[in-house]
């Protein structure tokens, strides 16, 4: 021990000698070397910096052309502006560019932020712009931490790297930097009676360069690794009080791979605190033990100063560094994977540089009281403010210094590759498709398939159509009971080690775990590509924070005009609530399709696809669209009917609803019209309508694919959406009062969506009502008040007619409970 401590000492000295060297042959590594503000460049990373500017003297890099040491300079003067302006984002109602000191009236009464870590993040952000400028590369980035926005839009604001919202807002003037501290949390609504600020509590829209929000933690940590593609290069900023929240980012080097992804630099903000405690890890044992559970899970740990922008760039440089050199290991002295991925650890005090940090306060409001009305706090305050104040002329001095994008021919950070991607299928392809009965009244020429075969299908020949853009299937487990056969023979699932007779490949294309979060964010995360995810309907629900921070992003954007051009994604549930009718109320369940209909309809599709058909043109059409998220339920059993031509499955998708006209009966008569919404609703439904018409009761059966698009539009993107007027009064006319709804869901879910055509005394639906156990799918149906029977026993009432007239007294025993159902309304 002592022996290793008096190494580590002799290391120390050595290092010292030659940095000071360094220095001393170099004024302009002098002049950096002295700090600025509360930035201070300790010995190990002006070592680090020294040897990196050694490296790219040697590798003849010039980046944009500025000198190195004048660009860090400047570095030390952007992050200190920007911690000035951040904390006055979070305290100030009036920015003087002056420094002058801030009175009681120039505070805001009601201040609020995440100052801590936004602190944390402005040097940061500010090496990444720097590293960029020094490589003459412009990376993309992803925050997990959303609520640290502020660090971004600053910088964003210093470096003239702001979105036209922003741009046409604030400026590097007192009047302009006074409406941007304002804007931050004002709550107001404009005009229009929407939000009138452009900032945010996370990272949104307008945000340049975002393209997450970051407001559930972990999800950024479970994406990351799939997202850039050759030749691109992210870097990912994490916080450690993520690290708790989701599991499965310790899997990352298991998934990367250099043959198909770029380069990524994780690097994680120890700040050691959360909101009111403690994060876990500090707990547990603090940067040691992190240090050892990054090795044990493949990572490559890298520590370095939080403080310091400057330790971001070396971090960010060399950590690309050592990933290429484990890539061509791996190609040229054949090395295995996984790699060991290097993994930034970036040291600091919550809310490092200004008063209170490293303590609880300092995750929100640092000061202990409000400077508005405490002298105290505005001393506080004021005092931490002048030390991190640059002087204007100063300041745009150091400003130019970034300014020098058009050297290097690159694009400026808000225009990095992961915010505008625009993908496109080079190729369609054929349609597959099954022929329907001639008759398809006489339900004993009907025959069956599994409608996730055509997914199967259609997707494998997209991709092998589509051989530039890069697959990833999201799957937890079971791909082949899910009928996805010929897609994994064909991508394979990817693993570092394969087991002989078992589809894997170390570049395999299917990312599976027993984590639903996990391996839907591979998926999500590859927008440069086209992917899928496929899952046991139940289990959907434990990806619905992941998919609704997906759809709210894509649909601000929309909104706010900027183009989503990624490939939109299926979330397919399968093994669906009615047919893993076997396994008990815990696999029984809709709330995913039901809690994506609660989002916006044009950019959350939820589809309840009714055969193979129309699963087809289903899967061939969704990737012909961009910036959606598509819920599809499909059942997978080889019992469902083929029923659609291709003709009428295009017509159904066209319209989001279809009236079957070989069904239902004397339709320009009828007196009820009959919905279904789902495919083995569908048949029930037609069961229901074959002993209606045997009873001359005239009526209409529709099929409805997608109900988002006749709910009431709650926005100009679900107007634009929502089916045409003509055509809901051609399925619905206003003339006829009595209608019937048989869903997949749950029926006051659906009542509710449908509300336009509720009828109210005269409407009614059925569908899952909480039901289920070890049952087979006409036993699930029987349970949840959905079979052929209930529905005509629900005609009756709406009707008025007497029970007798449609239902046998055997039939009617079995619905009231007197008989066993079996063999009278369901099979034995």
């Known amino acids: 021990m002592l022996e290793r401590e008096k190494t580590n000492v002799e290391e120390d000295i050595r290092r010292e000698e030659r940095v000071s060297l360094y220095r001393k042959k170099n004024p302009a590594a002098y002049r950096w070397a002295a700090g600025y503000g509360p930035i201070e460049h300790t010995v190990e990373t002006q070592a680090r910096i020294f040897g990196m500017g050694e490296m790219l003297a040697a590798r003849g890099v010039r980046g944009d052309g500025v000198p190195l040491f004048d660009l860090l300079c400047a570095l030390d003067r952007i992050a200190s502006a920007g911690m000035w302006i951040a904390v006055h984002e979070t305290y100030a109602r009036n920015v003087y560019l002056d420094g ?25 952000y500010s090496g990444y712009m720097a590293v960029n400028a020094i490589t003459g590369f412009t990376r ?18 210093l470096l003239n790297n702001m979105t036209p919202a922003h741009a046409e807002r604030y400026s590097l003037t007192d009047e302009g930097l006074t409406r941007y501290v304002r804007d931050f949390y004002s709550y107001r609504l404009g005009k229009d009676g929407r939000q009138d600020s452009p900032l945010g509590s996370h990272v949104n829209a307008n945000t340049a360069g975002g ?17 850039p593609l050759p030749g691109e290069r992210l870097v990912v900023f994490l916080s450690d009080g993520a690290f708790e929240e989701q599991r499965g980012s310790d899997w990352a080097p298991r998934w990367w791979r250099a043959d198909d992804s770029g380069l990524v630099t994780p690097i994680m903000i120890n700040n050691g605190r959360r909101i009111e405690q403690r994060t876990t890890m500090s707990q547990q044992g603090g940067i040691e033990w992190f240090v050892e559970h990054l090795k044990l899970n493949n990572f490559d740990p ?14 960010i440089f060399e950590m690309e560094s050592r990933l ?12 295995k994977y996984p790699v060991r991925l290097p993994y930034g650890i970036a040291v600091a005090p919550k809310g490092a540089g200004f008063y209170g940090e490293g303590t609880n306060l300092a995750h929100n409001l640092p000061l202990k009281a409000n400077p508005h009305t405490d002298i105290g706090a505005a001393h506080h305050f004021n005092d931490s403010a002048r030390r991190l104040w640059v002087p204007l002329s100063e300041l745009n001095k150091a400003i130019s210094k970034l300014q020098h994008h058009d050297r290097s021919n690159r694009p400026r950070e808000g225009d990095h590759p992961l915010a505008h991607r625009e993908v496109k299928l080079k190729e369609v392809p054929p349609l597959v498709s099954r022929p329907v009965p001639s008759d398809r009244r006489d339900m004993s020429t009907w025959t069956r398939s599994s409608p996730m075969y055509a997914v199967d299908t259609m997707f494998l020949a997209t991709i092998q159509a589509n051989r530039h853009l890069r697959p990833r299937v999201g799957n937890p487990d079971e791909m082949r009971s899910n009928r996805m056969i010929r897609t994994l023979d064909a991508l394979k699932f990817r693993v570092t080690d394969p087991e002989p007779t078992v589809p894997e490949d170390v570049h395999g294309a299917v990312i599976t775990a027993l984590n639903e979060e996990a391996v839907a964010c591979a998926a999500l995360a590859n927008k440069g590509g086209i992917n899928l995810i496929e899952t046991y309907e139940a289990f959907g629900t434990k990806m619905q924070g992941v998919m609704r921070q997906e759809i709210i992003f894509a649909n601000h954007c929309k909104e706010q005009g900027y183009k989503q051009g990624w490939l939109s994604i299926p979330l397919v549930l399968t093994s669906n609530t009615w047919e893993n009718a076997k396994n008990e109320q815990s696999h029984q369940d809709p709330s995913m399709s039901e809690a994506m209909l609660g989002e916006v309809s044009d950019v959350s599709r939820v589809i309840f696809v009714p055969d193979y058909n129309t699963a087809a043109v289903i899967t061939r059409g969704l990737y012909q669209t961009q910036g959606q998220i598509w819920t599809l339920v499909v059942p997978k059993y080889e019992v469902v009917p083929d029923l659609f031509t291709p003709e009428e499955a295009t017509q159904l998708f066209e319209q989001g609803a279809l009236r079957l006209d070989w069904a239902g ?23 229901a309508s074959a002993r209606l018409a045997e009873h001359d009761i005239p009526h209409s059966v529709i099929y409805m694919l997608e109900p988002g698009r006749f709910r009431i539009p709650r926005s100009k993107g679900e107007q634009a959406h929502a089916a045409p ?28 969506v449908l509300q336009p055509l509720n009828t ?25 008040h959905c079979t052929w029977a209930h529905i005509l026993d629900k005609i009756v009432f709406i009707l008025g007619i007497s029970r007798e007239q449609l239902l046998t007294a055997e039939e009617r025993a079995a619905l009231d409970g007197e008989v066993c159902p079996e063999g009278i309304i369901i099979p034995t």
């Open 725 to 752: 007027a003509d055509l809901k009064k051609e399925l619905y006319p206003d003339s006829i009062v009595p209608r019937i709804f048989v869903t997949h869901t749950r029926p006051e879910t659906i009542l509710g």
């Open 760 to 784: 109210n005394n005269h409407t009614a639906a059925l569908g899952f009502i909480a039901q289920g156990g070890t049952l087979t799918i006409p036993g699930m149906l029987f349970v949840n």
């Open 665 to 687: 009966h004397k339709v320009g008569e009828q007196r009820l019209i009959l919905t279904a919404i789902g495919s083995y609703q569908l048949e029930e439904v037609l069961k």
């Open 324 to 335: 290429e050199a484990a890539a061509e290991a791996i190609r040229t002295r054949g090395q």
């Open 100 to 124: 002058r000191d801030l009175l009681p009236e120039d505070f805001k009464p009601n201040p609020e932020g995440h100052t801590g870590g936004v602190l944390n993040m402005v040097p940061a």
């Open 140 to 157: 993309s980035w992803i925050m997990g931490q959303g609520h640290c926005v502020a660090a971004i839009d600053t910088v964003n604001l």
């Open 211 to 227: 393209t997450a929000e970051g407001g559930y933690l972990g999800f950024v940590e479970l994406q990351y690794v799939h997202m």
């Open 302 to 315: 890298i520590i370095f100063d939080g403080r310091d922008p400057a330790a971001f760039v070396w971090a």
